[in-house]
């Protein structure tokens, strides 16, 4: 679900502490060597999420910010920010030609370029904690 947080937006807080936890702390953040990525260039995305991209030829930008359950994914659009709430369980991530991040039938692609390589190590940092959260939810033992 994406909601607009241009301006503060009580309820939209509140549904991403719901959903996603509460932002890291100060303390945290400095422990785990960042929180949040640098800005990435935005490819394409799902026809769904085309209202909340530039129409004219202006370039498209997109952070992450990590949470205890989960991502939100920032959507710059001219003065307007978007930012789109994503579950550990629901999150997918692809790395084909750029970086994808596929959720609730949508997705956002990054463009590969120094933007992206500058955030490697960040996304490998969300894929290490999906895969530790998804490690809560394991139903079967495995039997060697």
Known sequence: MIYNTTHTNKEAKAMFNDLLG??????????????????MMIDEVSPSFLKYMNSVADINYGNIELREKGILLHINKGLQNFSWAIPFYQLHTYKTSGFSIHAQ?????????????????????????????????DFYDVIN
Request: proline content about 2%; hydrophobic content about 30%; cysteine-free.
């Open 105 to 137: 039938g949508n997705f956002v692609r990054f463009k590969n370029n120094k933007l992206l390589k500058e955030n490697k190590k960040f996304l490998d940092k969300i894929i290490n904690l999906k895969i530790e959260n998804d490690k809560e939810y």
């Open 22 to 39: 509460k932002p890291f702390s100060f303390l945290q953040s400095i422990k785990m060597k960042g929180t949040g990525s640098k800005r």
